[in-house]
């Protein structure tokens, strides 16, 4: 099994263009999160979906949308990106039980200029 | 103030040191996870915790659910324990966890 796999590993982007971060997992988990991870701060939920077709804000949510069309995939766009959101981003799973582990992906580097 | 607060931020050892890394939580939680992050590496998961005490070769994770407490151990530490170590809580009634800032371990031979 290939777990959580994240797609492109890097990016550079000029301010205002636009991507999608493929997230795909192989595991048939419920629950998927994307992440950002900057320097000095934790890892701040970006969006998540608790399940095929339902999607959610969390703490930083703003410039991002995200779809979860099909079960075992989670994409992240960004629709005009900034500076500001030059950040690695990671992708998670885990199943809906409170003793689930998460299951990370290797992250994107991702920079904005 | 964070829900999980990490400390030290950042920690030196010599090979063979006995490691502590502290993580306090001030909501209510179901599990308690700890996860470790190599330079330039992706995340991994360490241990769950509920209760009690978990033990995974050198590694001893334990939690105090009453004072909101949990800590990892590194025993007989070598360099390639270096890495960052986070510590994330699952809230009750919250498909959601939240996170700590990690703790920076260095081991030097």
């Known amino acids: 099994n290939a777990g959580v796999t994240q797609t492109p590993k890097f990016r550079v982007l000029k301010t205002g263009q636009s991507m999608t971060l493929l997230c795909a997992q192989d595991m048939n988990h419920e629950y998927m999160y994307w992440y950002r991870q900057d320097p000095g701060m934790g890892l701040r939920l970006i969006h998540y979906?608790?399940?095929?077709?339902?999607?959610a804000k969390g703490e930083v949510p703003d410039g991002y949308n995200v779809s979860r069309l099909k079960k075992q995939n989670f994409l992240l766009g960004l629709e005009s990106a900034a500076p500001s959101q030059t950040s690695v981003y990671f992708c998670?799973?885990?199943?809906?039980?409170?003793?689930?582990?998460?299951?990370f992906g290797n992250g994107t580097r991702l920079t904005v200029t | 103030k964070n829900e999980v607060e990490q400390s030290p931020q950042n920690l030196t050892a010599q090979e063979g040191e006995f490691i502590t890394i502290n993580c306090s939580y001030s909501v209510g939680i179901s599990a308690l996870h700890w996860l470790q992050q190599h330079p330039g590496g992706g995340i991994v998961s360490l241990f769950m915790?509920?209760?009690g005490k978990k033990k995974h070769g050198r590694l001893i994770a334990t939690i105090n659910i009453q004072e909101k407490h949990s800590s990892l151990h590194i025993t007989a530490s070598h360099p390639r324990d270096s890495a960052v170590y986070i510590c994330a809580v699952a809230r009750s009634n919250d498909y959601k966890l939240s996170f700590g800032a990690g703790t920076t371990v260095t081991v030097r031979a």
């Open positions: 998670a799973s885990r199943r809906p039980t409170w003793n689930s582990p998460l299951h």
């Open positions: 979906s608790v399940g095929e077709g339902t999607t």
């Open positions: 915790l509920s209760s």
